[in-house]
């Protein structure tokens, strides 16, 4: 044999053998420590070019063209009578106005199908802006005012060089003879990008330039509402009889493997079981934030149970010991002692489970949120969709300003998933004890 017993090799031959096998293990400890650095750097790098990407694509929604018209408010066809009754005034045909500012703006326009593209370079908003402003001052009437309004979605593209102008007129939306109006108008001083306030105060639309996600995010709001008053009380509370106050038993040990198995289970099919029990049993309305917390609240219950189970764990049997050892009932034990300390845990992982409710789609998708919804909701049973769903709808739009848009209510979720987590890490920070 050409092996040698250790007893047999000299002290020179054995400090050899093990500095041998201290740089072996010492190089698949540095491979090992350069794989991590790899996974970690890889995965930032994906990060920062997804979050780049929505960045980028996103951030133009927050602005938005206006152009400047001179319109003249005529009595004539806004108060024929004169007696600024508001409910005549709100039926007038502001659209009118709008078109005779842009006939007088550019008055060689006089072919029927130009005067149709130059009609569309404005928004339709436009005139609700204009009733607005007689609505609020009556006096106008009869004066002519000079208005910053939308223009339309394909002049706004235009304008902030997000389509190239050098296209064949029929490879691109706006045709030559209205970018020579854009051109008109930017000569003039009259077309500029503004901060995009309608964004964040208004409701879906069929248009981009008018499209918001107030209504989403009220939505949202109030679904979130719902589940976090539902699921955390109720979630803690059976976290603390399972681990606090239920017998080991089979049937015990039945219901904590179901808890278990639920957190597992596709969204979609607590969505199914929504449909099927709130909507067709129950009759609840559909598409409103009420049903839609009562899903999400189941979806989250698992979530929630099990993070506070492992909070009233991690508190050390000591102060259980201690407390019962100074005459303390287990109800007092557990309320007065045990779960103040397993209160960080719990805020952290409800938090944690809200943040991964106000990301869902699929189960509020199956109880007909994802409807087309242009009001405010202003309660928890009017009509309503959420920002996922909203992400989704607008996604699917075939308008390039939608995807602006898409990519902005994007940047919206994440930040609320930053500050719900943010605000997670301050709970525990607040609330946190040292034993």
Not at 14 to 41: D, N, S
Not at 278 to 307: H, K, Q
Not at 323 to 339: D, K, N, P, R
Request: aromatic content about 8%.
């Amino acid at each position: 044999m050409n092996s040698r017993s250790v007893l047999d090799r000299t002290p020179e031959e054995i400090t050899a053998k093990v500095r041998a096998g201290l740089a072996r293990r010492y190089r698949q400890q540095r491979r090992f420590i350069a794989c991590g650095v790899a996974a970690v750097t890889l995965g930032l790098l994906f990060l920062v070019i997804l979050m780049g990407t929505i960045g980028s694509k996103g951030i133009g929604a927050f602005t938005a063209t206006y152009v400047r018209l001179d319109v003249l408010l005529d009595g004539a066809q806004i108060d024929p009578e004169g007696r600024r009754d508001p409910q005549v005034l709100a039926r007038a045909d502001y659209g009118g106005l709008v078109k005779a500012a842009l006939r007088e703006r550019f008055p060689a326009v006089s072919d029927r199908r130009q005067r149709r593209d130059l009609y569309g370079m404005v928004s339709s908003g436009a005139t609700y802006q204009i009733r607005t402003r007689v609505l609020e001052e009556p006096a106008l009437i009869g004066q002519r005012i000079s208005l910053w309004v939308l223009a339309d979605d394909d002049v706004d593209v235009i304008y902030r060089g997000q389509v190239d102008r050098a296209l064949p007129e029929s490879e691109r939306r706006v045709k030559d003879h209205q970018l020579a109006w854009i051109d008109s108008w930017q000569a003039a001083g009259e077309i500029e990008t503004r901060f995009n306030s309608t964004f964040l105060t208004a409701g879906d639309s069929r248009e981009p330039e008018l499209a918001g996600i107030r209504g989403a995010l009220l939505g949202s709001l109030y679904t979130l509402l719902v589940t976090i008053s539902l699921s955390f009380p109720i979630g803690v509370a059976a976290a603390i009889y399972l681990e606090e106050f239920a017998p080991r038993n089979r049937w015990t040990d039945l219901i904590e493997i179901n808890i278990n198995n639920l957190a597992a289970v596709p969204s979609i099919v607590f969505g199914l079981l929504g449909l099927a029990v709130f909507l067709n049993f129950f009759g609840l309305p559909r598409s409103v934030p009420l049903v839609g917390g009562l899903v999400l609240t189941l979806m989250t219950l698992p979530t929630i149970i099990i993070a506070a189970r492992a909070a009233l764990k991690s508190v050390p049997p000591s102060i259980r010991e201690a407390a019962l050892g100074v005459g303390a009932s287990q109800t007092q034990m557990v309320f007065h002692h045990v779960l103040p300390l397993a209160l960080p845990g719990m805020l952290t992982g409800s938090i944690i489970g809200m943040a991964q409710a106000l990301g869902e789609s699929a189960p509020l998708l199956m109880i007909g949120m994802v409807a087309f919804i242009v009001d405010i909701p202003g309660g928890f049973t009017d009509p309503a969709t959420v920002l996922p769903v909203q992400i989704y709808l607008w996604a699917d739009s075939p308008e390039r300003a939608f995807v602006e848009r898409t990519s902005a209510a994007i940047m919206v979720l994440l930040a609320f998933l930053i500050l719900m987590n943010l605000v997670a890490v301050l709970l525990r920070k607040r609330f946190e004890r040292k034993w």
